[in-house]
């Protein structure tokens, strides 16, 4: 599994997980159908919620007149997705982690949430790297 599919089927996993309080293996199991998860993709549905309120702390900051509650469960699912991975996956470059985060919000976001999203990301990314 390509680590872009991977990515998606997470960011599946971990929205069935948030909105339908799914269990996460049976979450994932269903995103992945007929596929293996690799680790990747268990990393970062389970790092994205072991982590979650450290993840939410990290956010939280940089919602200029939001709050983590009154985001969409999409941008709320992939900020904490790609925040999972600015901070806990060292191996994959930060462009990368962003970009491919943008990318999520075009496809499965509204008509803002990629820039939304790109803007939050790029904040968070300046905090880590400090």
């Given at each position: 599994m390509k680590r872009r599919t991977a990515r998606e089927k997470a960011l599946q996993s971990l929205f069935q997980v948030n909105?339908?309080?799914?269990?996460?293996?049976?979450?994932i199991e269903h995103a992945v159908g007929e596929e293996t998860p690799n680790q990747f993709m268990n990393n970062l549905v389970f790092g994205t919620i072991e982590h979650e309120n450290e993840i939410d702390a990290l956010i939280t900051p940089h919602l200029v007149n939001w709050t983590i509650d009154r985001l969409a469960n999409i941008d709320k699912t992939i900020l904490r997705m790609a925040t999972y991975e600015l901070k806990y996956e060292q191996d994959v470059p930060s462009n990368v982690t962003i970009d491919e985060a943008v990318e999520l919000a075009k496809a499965f976001g509204d008509d803002h949430s990629s820039k939304f999203v790109n803007g939050v990301l790029s904040k968070i990314k300046k905090d880590l790297e400090g």
């Open positions: 909105v339908s309080k799914t269990e996460p293996n049976e979450a």
